[in-house]
Structure formats: C-alpha cells, structure tokens
C-alpha cells in the first residue's frame, strides 16, 4: 500500500485532528484491516485494534463486541454499500471519520484488480453530515483539505484548490 505515493499532507493533519479531540487513554476500533496509519497511531501510544477485513456491509459483530470508546473509519464509508447501518451498528460514543469529497471534475473511482478498492459513493460534505446526522451522530468538529499530486494536467493543478479530504469528529446522540 502506498508504494510511491505515501500521503504524508493527509496522514499529517489526520493525526493532528485525532490528537485534537481523542485521548491516548482512550480505545481506539480503526475499521479495516491494520494499516500505514493505525500503525502511527500505535507509534504514537494509542490504544488501537482493528476490524479483521470483513464485509461490514455484511457483519458488523466487530461493532457491537469492541470495548472500544471510540471508532475511526479513515477513508472506508465511500466503499461501503450501506454506511448507515454500519454508522449505526456503533456502540462507542466517539467517531472520527474522513471520506474523499466527490470532485465533479473526477469520476468515482474504481480497481479494475482489486474489488475492495472501489469508492461505492462519492460524498460531498453536506451528504455525510446528513448519514451521520440520520444514523445519530452530532458533529462537533469538522475540517477539509486538498491534497495535490505532483503530476501535470488540469486535474492535479485543481486538486491545489479543491478540497479532496472531509474529517468530522462526531459524538453519539443518546
């Protein structure tokens, strides 16, 4: 994952909004398999497990059996066929997330060899306020921010302008 194109602006300020709003002394349930950033979270002294690459559209036990009192989903709602069942299916009180904006210069973007790496939906921010919102969860905080590439082309020079990335920190409405 990531061999030439590690995303060091993204992992950046995503670290920086968990720190913000998530304690080390709190557990952390990161859905999806582990990966390059639940292992900077370890690094940093977090208390991280995570899901075990399971169809969450299908079983969401991993939800309802964690003793985590916060879940991260960095980059997973778009690949999910139901994000709401799984945003309900929670039972820790604190969420962070962060999906990739749909740009309307790009088109959904899909894998032709991998079937897990395909974005299902492609949220504009105020599309996931309202899952969020539907599924029980009040925002508290929230940030956008581009991610440029280092190609030539229209597409990478917009990419320094439009935000790509969406981070809300939510708590559960009880």
Request: aromatic share 14%; proline share 4%; charged share 30%.
């Amino acid at each position: 994952m990531y061999k030439h194109t590690f995303p060091h602006k993204r992992f950046k300020l995503t670290y920086e909004f968990l720190e913000k709003h998530v304690s080390k002394e709190e557990i952390i349930l990161d859905l999806g398999v582990k990966n390059p950033f639940s292992e900077i979270m370890l690094k940093a002294g977090y208390n991280v497990e995570n899901t075990l690459g399971e169809d969450l559209d299908e079983d969401t036990s991993a939800l309802k059996t964690s003793e985590a009192t916060v879940v991260t989903a960095f980059e997973i709602f778009e690949h999910l066929l139901s994000p709401l069942t799984v945003l309900k299916a929670i039972e820790a009180d604190k969420l962070v997330a962060s999906i990739p904006l749909r740009l309307w210069f790009s088109s959904a973007y899909r894998s032709k060899t991998d079937q897990w790496d395909r974005h299902f939906h492609e949220f504009e921010d105020w599309q996931f306020d309202w899952l969020l919102e539907k599924a029980g969860w009040k925002i508290i905080d929230r940030k956008k921010f581009t991610h440029p590439t280092k190609k030539f082309g229209l597409r990478p020079i917009l990419r320094y302008f439009v935000p790509r990335y969406y981070l809300v920190y939510a708590e559960r409405i009880h």
